[in-house]
């Protein structure tokens, strides 16, 4: 391996919302915790993204920056060369992020009472910013078959049918239960959208993330009717560990919906940062061989804790996931409360996932926990041996777990 995947890195200083001494005490009244949620890595990014980024650092001037030509090329050709997606530059709109387009896009295909689209078990805030903007959620949940999600369509085309559901938000792939759509799943939820005239946005964030066989499918990819008609969120972030430098690039092929995008993001006058600009270029045009060998490193994190699962806590159950560096995880057969596994993790296990309940919030995460695995493997180890060691010590089939309040 040319890159150290392994090495450990003190982020408490680093102004980190994961790692923050000061925060994990106010979070979780605990400083001695392993973070295991939020979706960024404790790794390094790629030597070119360092280099690009001090490069620009020591120029000593950081005025406003602007999309260059280099910066959507690099995004074009990367599309190209990953995903065999020929798109254009002018397709290309910057935000600041991908929950920020979210947002737009819900205001822009959804009055204030309109109903918009999730699929639950989901990155949560999508319900705070469809409740947040006074649209209402409509509840679209995933079938959990043996721990592989699927998407139902007729719950889909229901909700899709009634006038007041204006905008599905597609997550693909799937935060957290880290499925990727396969072209025949995205051609029928993008059958029954285009049939009702329902807009769909599609949060290809992780789409670089890719673990298993499974191929990741661009939505827009599947046919020119289902191009037409959505808007497409990509970024470098979650990819080259990229979020605090806010970059996100949302590609939207049909031009009314993109001139009416970039309409309603006109007035915040938003622009590349300086840092931001030239890491993206960096990412896409210097360090494919780094995400190569994370993807490697990723995949063997992946299986250690899916081995170290089986062997220590065989009744939790969890999977490799197709994408993404999340694994959802199952602790249902310990039959406590979604309170009682919380506190359980942060107070007995001294770890802290993402709690799965808040992905779920009609009972879809009920008695999961989502735990990133972007870490140096002697890390997860940790992690997972304080859980482990914290369950033997409870004995699971004592009171607590019949207690289930
Ligand atoms: C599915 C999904 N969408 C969006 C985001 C946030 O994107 P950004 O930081 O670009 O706003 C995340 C971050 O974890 C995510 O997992």
């Not at 059958?191 to 499974?214: F, G, P, R, T, W």
């Not at 499918?217 to 979650?238: E, M, R």
């Not at 006109?266 to 060998?293: H, K, T």
Request: glycine fraction near 4%; charge should be negative.
């Amino acid at each position: 391996m040319k890159y150290d995947f392994d090495e450990r890195i003190d982020r408490t200083e680093a102004i980190s919302i994961k790692w923050s001494k000061q925060l994990r005490k106010q979070m979780f009244d605990e400083v001695d915790i392993i973070p295991m949620g939020i979706a960024d890595m404790d790794f390094k990014v790629s030597p070119a993204i360092a280099r690009a980024v001090q490069n620009r650092a020591s120029h000593e001037t950081y005025g406003y920056g602007y999309p260059s030509e280099e910066y959507l090329q690099a995004c074009v050709d990367w599309q190209k060369r990953r995903n065999n997606w020929e798109i254009q530059k002018d397709w290309i709109v910057y935000t600041p992020g991908v929950n920020m387009a979210l947002v737009c896009a819900i205001e822009m295909y959804a009055e204030v009472g309109d109903r918009v689209i999730v699929q639950s078990p989901v990155y949560y805030p999508y319900y705070d910013y469809i409740e947040g903007t006074g649209r209402k959620i409509a509840y679209n949940p995933l079938v959990n078959k043996d721990g592989r999600y699927e998407i139902n369509y007729e719950g889909l085309e229901n909700l899709a049918r009634d006038e007041k559901t204006k905008l599905m938000i597609l997550c693909s792939p799937h935060n957290p239960v880290g499925r990727c759509w396969s072209y025949e799943e995205l051609l029928k939820v993008g059958q029954i959208c285009n049939k009702y005239h329902v807009m769909v946005a599609v949060d290809e964030i992780h789409s670089d993330l890719i673990l298993q066989k499974e191929p990741f499918v661009p939505y827009a990819t599947v046919s020119d009717q289902l191009a037409q008609n959505c808007i497409i969120c990509t970024s470098p972030s979650k990819t080259f560990n990229l979020a605090g430098l806010l970059v996100s690039d949302i590609i939207i092929p049909n031009e009314s919906i993109r001139l009416a995008f970039k309409k309603k993001m006109a007035p915040y006058y938003l622009w590349p940062g300086n840092f931001g600009a030239v890491a993206q270029i960096a990412a896409y045009n210097e360090s494919e061989d780094w995400l190569e060998e994370l993807l490697i490193y990723l995949r063997g994190n992946a299986e250690f804790l899916y081995q170290f699962t089986q062997a220590r806590m065989p009744e939790v159950k969890c999977q490799v996931p197709q994408a993404t560096y999340l694994a959802w995880m199952d602790f249902s057969a310990w039959k406590m409360s979604p309170r009682q596994l919380w506190d359980f993790m942060l107070h007995r296990a001294r770890v802290a996932p993402d709690n799965g309940q808040v992905f779920g919030p009609n009972g879809e995460g009920d008695g999961f926990q989502r735990i990133n695995f972007a870490c140096p493997r002697a890390q997860l180890k940790e992690a997972l041996e304080r859980i482990a060691d914290a369950r033997d010590k409870l004995n699971m089939s004592s009171t607590l777990c019949s207690e289930n309040n």
